[in-house]
């Protein structure tokens, strides 16, 4: 089949986006391609279609758990089969996975950067007709990269096992030094280059400087329209502001991390249905989600980075529409910002100290662990031994790019149930009526349970059979010790991978690549985000592209800067009445933020803040900072 007609037969689409179809050609022609993509472009089409129609599997590298398991999910829906490996596996699941390869029944694989550092995986991919690779979230591999994993470097040894093999490097945020990175440490030669241009011409980006940012929240809220995102930087805070919002009559819920499963799914659905309008969340949100009317992306607390402030922008206007990303940026973020770095980056000697005492709290002897997946109570790890959270979690991190663990927050280990037995095997069975009862519910509600393992809500199983949650779990353990099923819970706890056995703390060494180098990288990255939030000298936009490598471009017209730009140039039209409106206002309520007079609608914003200029200079009205108060006679 042709790229088209795969297209058309697995996903009912008539032509592929820009740049698409470019990059499936040079990859089938067997040459190493790059494809740069912005967030929603629709980069995994990329590798899915090419997958059916190379005669092998497809290998996927990945480094989004949640994602790989969406993916899957949804290719069989589409009636292509794929299966997935990472660290949080049962070794059944994972056999199941590794048989289903080398038996050709999958058409691609997705694994985690980690798999590619076990010894036993390796050896059972040489066994699998491999015909190409794809190497998602790109970034991850070049120490210039927002990202850097050192697991990711594993890919280039790939290289020497499956030569000739075709690779397909992805990102949706890369700048041109990552962009040659990534060439040279897969060890690409001459690879071909696709880019699609990062502008989104129907996106506004607006920064407002506000120490109220709470009122500055509500007040774009209540004036503009249709689906929102408000991005924080704390679960605590998702809830505060959610229940800020509400207060104020804009229906709002929260999102993160450590919601369970179910919580999660609820959250999103009423959300995509529009039962919510605004969910307010941490980066957690995002993976996955996919609604293209989401009108306005809020960032209350300030990115890290460009490129993390770009993708998660980027989930506004997706359907083409007019759409906002507004930034608040109070006085007080921009040493905040600063703070990260030290934050990110605690003195070695305390990130030595964390290693040892993980190792005493999972209790692993030295020279032990190796290849053993730890649940693994950060909150609990913290409190025991008086650990800051933040400085911990960083440590944490370190010692992962370091290759001594694999530290992983995914809270999104769902229940999964395969069955065991014959169909008519279920007919000797000795079991109480409940247990029954949830045995022929799954088997009503939850197809392929025979073949393979499937992702069931304990909870959903209670409502269909009108009892309790308890009832559900006791039963699903009952059928598990009978071999009846094989029954995982959720997993609601964080996990840490020993990719080696422990060592004492004075053997390990913290990389340049993983420490100082990763250090300067953020540093740069901070630079940038400031910048762009608090220098008010140039298009946002512009400023943007210019980041990732876009030089020859033109002013939006959109952002705030070009709007106030225009507003300068343009002759002002003064309303006597709204300006005696305005003065009468300033009177009675005092000095003010000149934010609180704008209304949200960013013409309305430019017209009043003409007017006020103009009153200033007529000597009615007095502008001091960010404040105005009226001049009284």
């Known amino acids: 089949m042709t790229p088209a007609e795969v297209l058309s037969r697995y996903w009912g689409y008539d032509s592929f986006r820009p740049v698409q179809e470019d990059i499936i050609r040079s990859f089938l022609s067997g040459r190493d391609t790059i494809g740069l993509m912005p967030t929603g472009g629709g980069k995994s089409l990329t590798f899915q279609v090419p997958a059916m129609i190379f005669d092998g599997l497809t290998l996927v590298v990945t480094p989004l758990v949640s994602l790989m398991k969406d993916q899957v ?89 499956l030569p000739g093999v075709p690779v397909l490097a992805l990102t949706a945020s890369a700048t041109p030094d990552v962009v040659r990175d990534v060439a040279d440490k897969l060890q690409m030669t001459d690879p071909a280059i696709f880019s699609k241009s990062f502008d989104r011409s129907n996106l506004s980006y607006i920064v407002r400087h506000d120490e109220d940012k709470e009122g500055q929240l509500i007040r774009i809220l209540l004036n503009t329209r249709g689906t929102a995102i408000v991005y924080v930087r704390s679960r605590r805070r998702t ?15 929260y999102y993160h991390a450590g919601l369970s499963p179910e919580d999660k799914a609820r959250k999103q659905d009423q959300w995509k249905s529009g039962e919510t309008r605004v969910i307010v969340a941490t980066n957690a949100f995002g993976m996955g989600i996919d609604k293209p009317d989401v009108r306005v992306v809020i960032h209350y607390d300030m990115p890290s980075s460009l490129e993390e402030y770009y993708q998660e922008a980027g989930r506004a206007g997706r359907d083409g529409n007019e759409s906002y990303a507004v930034l608040l940026a109070a006085k007080k973020d921009k040493a905040l910002l600063s703070r990260r770095l030290t934050d990110s980056f605690p003195p070695k000697d305390r990130i030595l100290r964390v290693y040892e005492l993980l190792g005493n709290f999972l209790d692993i002897v030295v020279g032990g662990g190796f290849n053993v997946v730890y649940e693994f109570n950060f909150d609990l790890f913290c409190k025991t031994f008086s650990l800051q959270p933040a400085m911990t979690r960083s440590a944490l991190t370190i010692l992962t790019r370091s290759g001594y663990i694999e530290y992983s927050d995914d809270m999104m280990m769902r229940s999964r149930v395969m069955i065991l037995v014959e169909k008519p095997d279920f007919y000797n069975l000795d079991v109480d009526s409940v247990t029954d009862s949830v045995l022929q519910c799954l088997l009503r509600n939850y197809p392929g349970l025979f073949a393979d393992y499937v992702i069931i809500s304990e909870s959903r199983v209670a409502l269909l059979l009108n009892i309790s949650e308890q009832k559900v779990y006791e039963s699903l353990v009952k059928l598990s010790r009978l071999h009846v099923i094989h029954y995982i819970p959720r997993r609601e706890t964080p996990y840490v991978y020993y990719p080696t056995p422990r060592q004492l703390p004075r053997y390990l060494v913290i990389p340049k690549a993983a420490y100082e180098d990763r250090r300067e990288a953020m540093k740069e990255r901070l630079e940038a985000m400031k910048r762009f939030a608090y220098d008010e000298g140039e298009c946002r936009s512009r400023l943007l592209l210019g980041y990732f490598g876009e030089k020859e471009t033109q002013e939006c017209g959109k952002c705030d800067y070009c709007r106030a730009k ?41 017209f009043i803040a003409a007017t006020l200029r103009a009153l200033a200079e007529d000597k009615l009205v007095r502008l001091d900072g960010n404040f105005v108060a009226a001049i009284k006679n």
């Open 566 to 606: 225009k507003a300068v140039a343009a002759p002002l039209r003064r309303d006597s009445d709204y300006e005696n409106r305005l003065i009468a206002y300033l009177s009675d309520n005092g000095p003010m933020p000149v934010d609180r007079l704008f209304s949200g609608n960013e013409a309305r914003r430019n």
């Open 239 to 253: 809830r505060e502001l959610a229940e800020v919002l509400n207060k104020a009559g804009i229906s709002a819920d």
């Open 73 to 161: 999910d949804s290719l069989f829906e589409h009636g292509i089969r794929a299966v997935y490996l990472h660290s949080g596996l049962s070794r059944r699941e994972v056999r199941l996975a590794v048989d289903r390869c080398r038996a050709g029944y999958a058409r691609l694989i997705y694994v985690s950067p980690e798999k590619l550092s076990q010894q036993f995986f390796i050896d059972d991919l040489k066994t699998w007709h491999i015909c190409a690779i794809v190497v998602d979230e790109a970034h991850c591999i070049s120490q210039w990269g927002y990202d850097f994993r050192p697991s990711y470097l594993k890919i280039r040894d790939l290289r020497q096992l």
